[in-house]
C-alpha cells in the first residue's frame, strides 16, 4: 500500500472501520495504524459507521483540496513520514472534513469528542529551585518565605532573616496559573495581584530598596498598597508598568500581538523598551502593538478587568480576539476555517465556569458562525462559508 495519496488512504482507513478490506489490506492498515497514535485516535473517531458512509456520499461533490488548505496548519516537529502527517491530517470524511459539513450544515454546535481534562494546579517555584503543587498546601515557611493559602488566595510574608544580608532580599519566588484557573496573590506590602489563566508573576519575598519590583507574563489585575516612596513596577517583556498605589489590569501575553494597562483608578506610568514614558488616567488604555507603537484610549474598564470576577465579557470584539481567551481558559487549540469567522464581532458575558459547549452555543444563538468541538480542538467556521 502507498499512502502517499491521503485521501484514498482516509477511505482506506473508513473501510477498515467497516470491514471492508480484503486479509492483506487490513494487515497493512494495522501495521500503519500500529506505529501511528495519532492515527490510532483519529480511527476512534469513526465508530458511528452511518455517519461515516454519510460523509464518503458527499466526499464526491467535496473540494478536497479546498478544505485540506483550510484544515492543515504544519507545525515544527520531530521529522515524520511526510505521508503519516497528511493522512493523519486528512482522516477527511473522518474528522476536518466532518467538521466542515457539520459547520455548514448543522443549527446546533456537534460535540464529536471531548479531549479528558488534565489536572491543573498552581505551583509556586521557591527559590531555591523547588517546585511545589498548592492545592496540596495551606501554610509553608521556606527560603524566607512564608506562604498560607486559602482556597485559592496565597498570602505571602517575607520571614525576618536578620544578618543574611542582600541574598536573602534578592530571592526570587515564581507562581505559575494554569489554563482554566485564576488565583489572588497578596505580596509582603500588601499589594494584591490576581491572576488570569496562563500567568506567571515572580516576586521577591521582601521588597527592599527603593522600589517595588515585580516580573509578569500573562495577564493580572493589581491593588497597589500605597506607598509613594517606593514605587511598584510591574515589568513584562515588552512594556513596564509604574505606580505608587493604584487599580489597573495589564495583559502581556506572550503569544498574543499587543500588550496593554488599563487604569481602574490612581495614575500609571507606562514605558516601553526604548524608555518611551506615557502617563494615563482612569478609564485610559496603553497599548503597545506588534511593532513596539504605543497608544493611548479611552475605554470601558469592565470588559478588561471582568474575568476578576469570573466573567468574559466582550464589548464589540472580534471572534478571533474572543477565542484567544477562550480558548486558553478551556485549554483547546482553536482552528478557523475560513477567515471571515475569524473577523465576527460580538459583544456579551459569559461565566468562565460554563461547559466549553455551552459557551459554543451563545456564539451560535447569536448568529454568524459555527463550532464544532473534535479530540481536543474547536473548529469554527461562519454560517454561509465561501464555496
Given at each position: ?6 485521501v ?55 473540494d ?22 497528511y ?22 454546535v456537534q ?49 525576618d ?48 530598596g ?57 495614575a ?46 466582550f ?36 461565566k ?29 467556521a ?6
Amino acid at each position: 500500500m502507498n499512502p502517499a495519496d491521503p485521501v484514498r488512504f482516509a477511505k482506506l482507513l473508513v473501510d477498515y472501520r467497516n470491514e471492508e478490506l480484503d486479509e492483506g489490506q487490513r494487515k497493512e492498515v494495522e501495521k500503519i495504524l500500529a506505529g501511528s497514535p495519532r492515527l490510532q485516535q483519529l480511527m476512534h473517531d469513526l465508530d458511528d459507521k452511518g455517519r461515516t458512509s454519510r460523509e464518503l456520499e458527499l466526499m464526491a461533490s467535496f473540494d478536497t483540496k479546498k478544505a485540506l488548505a483550510k484544515i492543515i496548519r504544519p507545525k515544527r516537529r520531530i521529522a515524520a513520514p511526510r505521508w503519516l502527517k497528511y493522512a493523519a491530517a486528512v482522516v477527511l470524511p473522518l474528522a476536518a472534513v466532518s467538521v466542515w459539513l457539520v459547520t455548514r450544515n448543522v443549527e446546533d454546535v456537534q460535540v464529536a469528542q471531548t479531549a479528558p481534562a488534565p489536572a491543573y494546579q498552581a505551583v509556586l517555584t521557591l527559590a531555591s529551585g523547588e517546585a511545589v503543587a498548592l492545592d496540596t498546601v495551606s501554610h509553608m515557611a521556606a527560603a524566607g518565605l512564608n506562604v498560607v493559602n486559602d482556597h485559592g488566595e496565597l498570602n505571602v510574608t517575607g520571614m525576618d532573616e536578620t544578618g543574611a544580608g542582600e541574598a536573602a532580599a534578592e530571592r526570587m519566588y515564581t507562581l505559575d496559573i494554569p489554563n482554566k484557573l485564576t488565583y489572588k496573590i497578596v505580596l509582603d506590602d500588601g499589594t494584591a495581584v490576581w491572576l488570569n489563566a496562563g500567568s506567571t508573576l515572580r516576586f521577591p519575598s521582601r521588597f527592599s530598596g527603593g522600589q517595588r519590583r515585580v516580573e509578569l507574563a500573562g495577564e493580572g489585575y493589581f491593588e497597589v498598597a500605597k506607598d509613594p516612596a517606593k514605587p511598584f513596577i510591574v515589568v513584562t517583556d515588552r512594556m513596564d508598568v509604574r505606580v505608587t498605589g493604584t487599580s489597573f489590569n495589564v495583559r502581556a501575553y506572550r503569544r498574543e500581538a499587543s500588550v496593554q494597562a488599563t487604569l481602574v483608578e490612581g495614575a500609571v506610568s507606562v514605558s516601553d523598551r526604548h524608555g518611551t514614558e506615557t502617563r494615563i488616567r482612569p478609564g485610559e488604555q496603553a497599548m503597545l502593538d506588534k511593532d513596539n507603537n504605543m497608544s493611548v484610549r479611552n475605554v470601558d474598564v469592565e470588559p478588561f478587568v471582568a474575568w476578576r470576577y469570573g466573567l468574559f465579557y466582550f464589548k464589540d470584539s472580534r471572534l478571533e480576539d474572543i477565542m484567544h481567551s477562550i480558548g486558553r481558559w478551556y485549554d483547546m487549540e482553536v482552528v478557523y476555517l475560513d477567515q471571515a469567522a475569524r473577523s465576527t464581532v460580538y459583544s456579551g458575558k459569559m461565566k468562565m465556569y460554563e461547559t466549553i459547549e455551552d459557551v459554543l452555543r451563545k456564539f451560535e444563538k447569536s448568529g454568524g458562525v459555527k463550532a464544532t468541538i473534535l479530540s481536543g480542538k474547536i473548529y469554527v467556521a461562519s454560517s454561509s462559508p465561501a464555496q
